[in-house]
C-alpha cells in the first residue's frame, strides 16, 4: 500500500512529540502494543484526536511496522527514524567498517563500469552508474552523521553539569577515539584504500563521460562531481572530528593519570602508617647553601667551555659588489620556472622520477621542494597511483616512495 506523501507529513507535524518519544523509548528495539498505547495516551492533551485513532494512523501511514507475525509488538520504520534524526540533530555515527564496506562497494562498480564501457553495453553501464551514485550518497549522508555526532558528543561534554567522574568522562572520550576517529584516520590517509577508491572511481566516471554513445554524458558528469564533493567532504569531516576529540582527550587522559596517582597514593595512606609514609614517599630536602661563592661544578664546567671553544676572530663580510645570484634567489627561480618546464611532457606517471632523471645535480632538499610545488599547483592534479613503493636516488639520499602521476587540469 502507497503512503500518501501529504497526509504522511501532516500526521507527522501534528504528532512530532509522539513520535519523538517513540524513537527515545525504543531507541532501534520493539514496543509493544500497550508500550505505544501509553505514549499516546500521555500525549493525547496535545491532540483533539483520540488515542485509538492515532495508533491507527501509526499503524495505517507505516510509521510502526509489525515486527512479528502476532503484531504484539512494532518497530519504527527506520527511514522516519532518519528524519528524525535529520531534523533533530540525533545522529548516528558511521563506524570505519562501514566506510570501508562504501569503498569496497566503489571498487566493484568502478569495475563494473569499466566492464560494460568496454563491452559497450548501455543497460549494464546504467545500472552499474546508478549503484555508484547510490553508494556515493550513503557514504556522503553517514559522514555527515558523524560529523554531526561528534560535535554532539563534544557539546555534551562542554555543557553537561553533571556530577561524573572524570574516569567515565575519559572512557566516553577513549570509545570515541578507539571505535571511530582513530580507524577512521587510517582509512583516509593520503596513501589509504579511500583516496585510492575515489582515484579509481573517478577515472571510471572520466572515461565514462568521453563515451557518450554507451552512457548519458549528464549522468556521468554528475557522478564525477558528486566523487569530487564526497571526497572532500570525507576528508574535511575526519579531520575536523579529529581536531574537535583529541584536545578532550588529551585533558582527560592526564586527569585521569592525576586521579589513578592521587587514589593509589590516598590508598596507601590508609593501609599504612605516617611514619612509614614519610619514611618511603616524601623527598628529604638537604639545606647546605653558600653565598657569594662559586660551587667546583660551576668551575669546571666555565674551564671546559673555554678550552672546548677557544675565541676565534670575526669573519670578514665581503662588501664588494659580485654577480652572482644568492642560492636563495636561484633556488626560487628554479621552483617558479618548473611548472612550464614539465608542462611539455605531461602526463607524468612519476613525479619524483621524472624530477630525479631531468635535475641529477640537486640536492635531495631542493628535489622535494620541487615536487611539492608541482604537487599542490592549481594547473596540475597529482595523485598516487597505487603502485609499489619505489627508490629513487639523489646525489646523497635514496628516497622510498609510493609513485605520484601528474596531470594538467583541463581548463
Not at 555543557?159 to 572520550?173: A, C, G, H, M, W
Not at 571526497?231 to 581536531?243: C, D, P, T, W, Y
Not at 592525576?258 to 605516617?274: E, F, P, S
Request: glycine share 4%; with cysteine.
Amino acid at each position: 500500500m502507497i503512503v500518501p506523501p501529504k497526509e504522511f507529513f501532516q500526521f507527522c507535524a501534528k504528532h512530532v512529540g509522539v513520535l519523538r518519544e517513540l524513537e527515545q523509548r525504543g531507541n532501534g528495539t520493539d514496543l509493544s502494543e500497550a508500550e505505544i498505547a501509553n505514549i499516546v495516551q500521555h500525549h493525547a492533551l496535545d491532540s483533539d484526536e483520540q488515542p485509538t485513532f492515532v495508533i491507527k494512523q501509526l499503524k495505517n501511514l507505516r510509521i510502526l511496522v509489525s515486527a512479528d507475525q502476532t503484531e504484539g509488538y512494532f518497530l519504527m520504520a527506520e527511514p522516519v527514524r532518519g528524519i528524525l534524526r535529520y531534523l533533530l540533530e540525533e545522529a548516528k555515527p558511521a563506524s570505519s567498517e562501514t566506510v570501508q564496506s562504501y569503498i569496497n562497494r566503489l571498487q566493484q562498480l568502478a569495475q563494473k563500469l569499466r566492464d560494460a564501457l568496454a563491452a559497450e553495453n548501455p543497460t549494464l553501464a546504467e545500472l552499474a552508474l546508478a549503484d555508484t551514485t547510490h553508494a556515493l550518497r550513503r557514504l556522503h549522508d553517514d559522514v555527515s552523521a558523524t560529523h554531526v555526532s561528534v560535535l554532539a558528543e563534544v557539546a555534551r561534554y562542554k555543557t553537561d553539569k553533571r556530577p561524573v567522574s572524570v574516569l567515565e568522562k575519559y572512557q566516553r572520550i577513549v570509545w570515541w577515539m578507539q571505535q571511530y576517529i582513530a580507524p577512521m584516520l587510517d582509512v583516509i590517509r593520503v596513501d589509504g584504500p579511500m583516496q585510492a577508491t575515489f582515484a579509481e572511481v573517478e577515472e571510471a566516471l572520466e572515461a565514462a563521460a568521453a563515451n557518450s554513445f554507451v552512457i548519458s554524458l549528464d549522468a556521468a558528469e554528475r557522478n564525477l562531481r558528486l566523487v569530487r564533493v564526497t571526497r572532500r567532504h570525507a576528508l574535511n569531516v575526519f579531520e575536523q572530528s579529529g581536531k574537535e576529540i583529541s584536545p578532550l582527550y588529551q585533558s582527560l587522559a592526564r586527569s585521569s593519570n592525576l586521579a589513578t596517582g592521587a587514589a593509589w597514593a590516598l590508598d596507601r595512606l590508609r593501609l599504612g602508617t605516617v611514619e612509614e609514609w614519610m619514611q618511603q614517599a616524601v623527598v628529604a630536602v638537604f639545606g647546605l647553601r653558600q653565598q657569594d661563592a662559586f660551587s667546583d661544578k660551576a668551575i669546571v664546567g666555565a674551564v671546559e667551555r673555554y678550552l672546548n671553544n677557544p675565541p676565534t676572530p670575526p669573519p670578514m663580510v665581503s662588501r664588494a659588489r659580485t654577480s652572482d645570484k644568492p642560492a636563495a634567489m636561484q633556488q626560487r627561480e628554479w621552483l617558479n620556472a618548473l611548472p612550464d618546464g614539465i608542462a611539455t611532457d605531461l602526463p607524468v606517471a612519476d613525479i619524483l622520477d621524472w624530477l630525479t632523471a631531468h635535475y641529477p645535480m640537486m640536492d635531495t632538499e631542493q628535489l622535494l621542494a620541487g615536487f611539492s610545488t608541482l604537487f599542490f599547483h592549481e594547473q596540475f592534479r597529482a595523485e598516487f597511483t597505487g603502485a609499489a613503493v619505489r627508490e629513487y636516488e639523489t646525489q646523497r639520499h635514496i628516497i622510498r616512495a609510493h609513485p605520484v602521476k601528474l596531470e594538467a587540469i583541463p581548463q
